[in-house]
């Protein structure tokens, strides 16, 4: 089964988390802790978008 054609439910959703996590990972590289990440993804969740 390819999950390409599937119809997910949250896929707008899914899609802006993905987006987030990269444009976050880009931002930082690599070698932090999950934590800094997981920071990072929430500043961009509540602020991202009000640039």
């Known amino acids: 089964m390819n999950a390409d054609n599937q119809d997910f439910r949250y896929k707008e959703l899914t899609d802006e ?3 987030i996590f990269y444009r976050v ?3 930082l590289g ?3 802790q999950e934590k800094g ?3 990072a ?3 961009e969740l509540n ?3 009000k640039q």
């Open 17 to 19: 988390c993905i987006r």
């Open 25 to 27: 990972y880009n931002k």
């Open 30 to 32: 690599y070698g932090f």
């Open 37 to 39: 990440y997981e920071i």
């Open 41 to 43: 993804m929430m500043i």
């Open 47 to 49: 602020f991202g978008n």
